[in-house]
C-alpha cells in the first residue's frame, strides 16, 4: 500500500513538472527577442568578427613594442673557404698571390638581439585605421541584431494573427456544425431539400480546410520562430496574444541619423580615410634601434660547446636605422588616387541612403495611418458580420429565416475575419516598418 501511494506520489510530481515546463513555453515577444539575440547563429557569427577585429587592434599595436630574439648557430666547414692575397705582403716576389684560408673550421655563436620602431608612421596610423574598422565591425553587428529582431517580431506577430484567426475559425465552425446538424434534422423530415443540405454540408467543409490550411501555416510560422531562435524543433512554444490597447498609440519618429545602417556607412567612410592617411604614411621615414650581444666560440675540432682556450669572445653593438622613402615609381600617389575614389563613392552612397531613409520614414508613417484606418473598418465590420451571423443562427434554429440568409451570414462572417486578420497583421508589420525606418527597432543595446 505504501508502495503504491509513494509510486503515485512521484507521478504526480511529474505530471507537475511537465505541466510547468509546458507553461514556461509560452513566450513574450520580449522574451523570443532576447533568446534570437543570445542564441542565433548569424549573431554568434557577428560577434566572433567583432572579437577578431579587436584581437586585429591589439597586433597592430604590437608593432610598437620592442621584439627580442635569440639565435644560435653551430657551424663546421668541411672544407674550409681560401681567398688570395698579393704574395709581396708576406715576402713573396711581386706580382704573384698565395691562397690563404683566415677561417676556423668550427663556429658557434650565440646572439640576443632587441628592436623596437622608434618611428613609424604607417604603424601609428595603421593601428587607427584598425580602431575605425573595429567600430565599423561593431555596427555591422547592430545592423545584424537589427535584422534579428525585425525576423523574430514579423513572425511572432504571423502567429499571434494565426491564432486569432485560429480562435475565430474555430467559433465559426462550431457554429455551422451546429446549424448543419439542426438542417440535417429538418432535412429528414422532409422540411429541407437535399441540395439545401448539400450546400450547407460543401460550406462546412470548406471551413474546415481552411481551418487547417490556416493550422499549417501556423505550424511553419512557429518553426521559423524556433529557427530564429536556434530553439529545438520538438520543444513546445506558444506566444501570448495580441495587446489591441497597444496598436492605438502610434510610434514616435526619433532621430534617423541613429539607423543602424546610416551609422555604419558613416564609419565605412571614416575607414577609408584612415586608409587613404595610411598610404601617405608611406612617405614619412622610418627609425628602427636595434640592441645585440652574444658570444662566439672557435675551433679547428669539431666540438660545438668546446672553444680554443675555452674562450667565448663577446660581442655587442647598438644600432640606428634611418630608412627615407625617395621614390616609389608613383606607386603611393596612384593608390592615393584609388583611395580617394573609393572615400567619394562611399560618400556618395551615404547621401542616396539618408535620401531613402526620409523616403522609408515618409512611406512607413503613410502605410501606418492607411493600416490603422483599415483596420478600424474591418474590426467593426467583423465585430457587425458576428452578431448578424449569431443572429441569423438563432433565427433559422427557431425556423424564422431559411437557409440562404443563413449561408449568407456565413460568408459574410468569413469574408470580415479575413480582412480583419489581413488587416491586422498588415498593421503590426507597418508598425514594424516604421520603427525600423525611424531607427527605434531596437531600444536597448
Known amino acids: 500500500m505504501l508502495m503504491t501511494k509513494t509510486i503515485s506520489l512521484f507521478f504526480l510530481l511529474v505530471s507537475l513538472l511537465l505541466c510547468k515546463d509546458l507553461a514556461a513555453q509560452t513566450l513574450s515577444l520580449e522574451e523570443c527577442i532576447d533568446a534570437a539575440l543570445k542564441n542565433n ?32 648557430q653551430s657551424l663546421y666547414y668541411k672544407d674550409l673557404p681560401a681567398q688570395y692575397a698579393p704574395s709581396s705582403a708576406f715576402g713573396g716576389p711581386e706580382g704573384e698571390y698565395t691562397k690563404l684560408s683566415l677561417n676556423m673550421r668550427q663556429t658557434a655563436s650565440a646572439n ?17 585605421t584598425a580602431q575605425a574598422a573595429q567600430e565599423a565591425t561593431r ?41 448543419t446538424q439542426i438542417n440535417s434534422v429538418l432535412k429528414d423530415n422532409e422540411l429541407v431539400s437535399p441540395n439545401a443540405h448539400n450546400r450547407m454540408l460543401i460550406n462546412l467543409e470548406n471551413l474546415r480546410n481552411q481551418y487547417e490550411n490556416q493550422k499549417l501555416l501556423l505550424s511553419k510560422n512557429v518553426t521559423q520562430l524556433k ?19 497597444a496598436l492605438l498609440a502610434m510610434p514616435e519618429a526619433a532621430d534617423l541619423s541613429q539607423r543602424p545602417d546610416l551609422k555604419l556607412q558613416q564609419a565605412q567612410i571614416k575607414v577609408a580615410q584612415f586608409e587613404k592617411k595610411n598610404i601617405a604614411a608611406g612617405y614619412f621615414p622610418t627609425l628602427t634601434n636595434t640592441l645585440s650581444y652574444g658570444y662566439t666560440g672557435y675551433n679547428n675540432e669539431f666540438g660545438p660547446f668546446t672553444p680554443i682556450n675555452n674562450d ?13 622613402p625617395v621614390f616609389d615609381g608613383f606607386r603611393k600617389q596612384n593608390q592615393i588616387r ?15 541612403m539618408r535620401a531613402n531613409a526620409d523616403k522609408e520614414m515618409e512611406d512607413a508613417l503613410s502605410t501606418y495611418r ?8 474591418n474590426k467593426k465590420s467583423l465585430d457587425l458580420a458576428e452578431k448578424l451571423f449569431a443572429s441569423a443562427s438563432g433565427e433559422y ?37 516604421l520603427k525600423k525606418a525611424n531607427g527605434t527597432l531596437i531600444t536597448k543595446p
Do not use: C
Not at 46 to 70: C, G
Not at 112 to 122: G, V
Not at 142 to 151: A, H, L, Q, S
Open 397 to 433: 434554429e427557431s425556423g424564422i429565416t431559411t437557409l440562404t440568409d443563413l449561408l449568407n451570414a456565413q460568408n459574410d462572417l468569413t469574408n470580415a475575419r479575413t480582412n480583419y486578420s489581413n488587416a491586422l497583421l498588415n498593421l503590426k508589420l507597418a508598425e514594424l516598418s
Open 41 to 72: 547563429q548569424q549573431l554568434r557569427n557577428s560577434q566572433l568578427d567583432m572579437a577578431a577585429s579587436a584581437f586585429h587592434v591589439k597586433e597592430l599595436k604590437s608593432a610598437l613594442l620592442p621584439t627580442v630574439d635569440f639565435a644560435g
Open 139 to 179: 555596427l555591422q553587428d547592430g545592423v545584424v541584431r537589427e535584422n534579428v529582431v525585425y525576423n523574430v517580431t514579423a513572425t511572432y506577430y504571423s502567429i499571434q494573427v494565426l491564432n486569432d484567426n485560429l480562435e475565430r475559425l474555430a467559433t465559426n465552425l462550431t457554429n455551422l456544425e451546429h446549424a
Open 227 to 245: 529557427n530564429l531562435m536556434d530553439m529545438d524543433v520538438n520543444d513546445s512554444l506558444a506566444v501570448q496574444p495580441f495587446d489591441y490597447a
Open 312 to 324: 667565448w669572445v663577446r660581442s655587442s653593438y647598438f644600432a640606428l636605422t634611418l630608412k627615407v
Open 338 to 352: 584609388q583611395k580617394e575614389m573609393t572615400i567619394q563613392r562611399n560618400i556618395n552612397t551615404l547621401a542616396m
Open 112 to 128: 640576443l638581439q632587441l628592436s623596437q620602431s622608434l618611428f613609424n608612421q604607417s604603424v601609428r596610423t595603421g593601428v587607427k
Open 370 to 377: 492607411s493600416n490603422k484606418t483599415l483596420w478600424d473598418s
